[in-house]
């Protein structure tokens, strides 16, 4: 749930109404496709429960990912095809928010916009700092003392964490029909 919390911790409790509101709960069965290699995303996704494989065409899996995760953001930021195709490995639910009615919110609310692309680009930043660090880019003098560790939360994004849990917990109740 940690990749969620890099989005939730940027925005306010009435942009996550606005996204339990604006979405679909859409349920996935074993084996269904959400985003295919080669072909426009036209949705960003968080995984609410479940499991989901990321795989590239001649490497195989590349990831499993759970509650929480966000899929499809890297296409929103920019028109580059996806590289992966996303399959849910098991019966999986997730909240679908639509390119278009994103982007309809983005040109209406500035603000909205700030939070959410600040979102994006610390959640962005951390898939890159692990990534590099996986390749093992800069290992060759050890850990500094003040380096984070790749599962480490950003000092900034700790004063936010507790509040970011809450919010996805009051989302997932919102999508299961519960009075918030």
Do not use: C
């Not at 985003?35 to 590349?62: C, M, N, R, Y």
């Not at 309809?104 to 692990?130: N, W």
């Not at 003040?146 to 900034?156: H, I, Y």
């Amino acid at each position: 749930m940690r990749k969620a919390l890099y989005i939730l911790s940027q925005l306010n409790d009435i942009d996550v109404e606005w996204m339990a509101n604006a979405g679909n709960r859409r349920s996935l069965t074993a084996g269904e496709v959400i985003i295919t290699a080669g072909k426009q995303v036209e949705s960003l996704f968080i995984i609410l429960d479940g499991k989901i494989s990321v795989g590239v065409k001649d490497i195989g899996e590349i990831a499993e990912l759970g509650a929480g995760e966000i899929l499809g953001e890297i296409s929103f930021v920019d028109s580059t095809l996806p590289y992966a195709t996303v399959m849910a490995l098991m019966d999986t639910h997730v909240l679908e928010l639509p390119r278009a009615t994103i982007e309809k919110r983005l040109e209406m609310e500035a603000e909205f916009a700030g939070r959410f692309y600040k979102a994006l680009a610390i959640f962005l930043a951390d898939r890159l700092r692990s990534t590099v660090s996986h390749l093992g880019y800069g290992n060759g003098k050890g850990l500094d003392a003040d380096a984070s560790l790749p599962d480490e939360l950003d000092d900034n994004l700790l004063d936010n964490v507790s509040l970011a849990g809450d919010r996805f917990d009051r989302l997932l109740r919102q999508l299961h029909g519960e009075r918030i």
